[in-house]
């Protein structure tokens, strides 16, 4: 019998956090030297759930509070081979394609600074992600005026020149 339920994960204060699924222990060392790497100014802090052997939280951080809410998320969710990465002072956009390319990652569920949601199903083996639920639903459509600010805003953060 599977059973489903929605668990929201509280993003700490000025953070995104980027959602996955992965297969291996070695994860959470490739994901932190990404990180590192290629977003030097972030504050971060990652837990990958591991779904055999010891069946540990396993963690890497640069920030004891995202490290304790990034812990405290990955156990609410109980998924195996899933890991979870709240960032602080960079955006996913930053680190998302490496992320991707990183060998053991099969699956990014979500990158948001959004309220977050993640369906979760439940069997007599553990918890599964089935998907999420990012931010709420649109009530309606930009216009010239919300264009502007749009190309305004990814000018003002640098994404655009």
């Avoid at 802090?45 to 509070?65: C, K, P």
């Avoid at 809410?69 to 195996?80: C, H, P, Q, V, Y």
């Avoid at 602080?88 to 959004?114: D, H, M």
């Avoid at 999420?132 to 459509?141: A, E, F, L, Y």
């Amino acid at each position: 019998m599977v059973s489903t339920e929605i668990v929201d994960i509280e993003l700490p204060k000025d953070s995104n956090v980027i959602l996955g699924y992965s297969h291996f222990i070695k994860t959470v060392e490739d994901l932190n030297e990404i990180i590192a790497t290629h977003a030097p100014q972030a504050k971060y802090a990652i837990a990958f759930s591991e779904a055999s052997g010891d069946r540990l939280v396993r963690w890497e951080a640069n920030d004891d509070e995202l490290k304790d809410k990034a812990i405290e998320s990955i156990r609410k969710l109980s998924a195996g081979h899933t890991f979870i990465i709240f960032l602080r002072n960079a955006f996913p956009i930053s680190v998302l394609n490496q992320i991707k390319n990183c060998q053991e990652v099969g699956r990014i569920f979500a990158a948001t600074a959004n309220p977050l949601s993640v369906v979760i199903a439940t069997s007599e083996r553990g918890n599964g992600i089935l998907g999420v639920i990012d931010g709420s639903s649109p009530v309606g459509v930009e216009n010239g005026e919300n264009k502007n600010k749009r190309r305004k805003f990814l000018r003002d953060i640098g994404y655009k020149s």
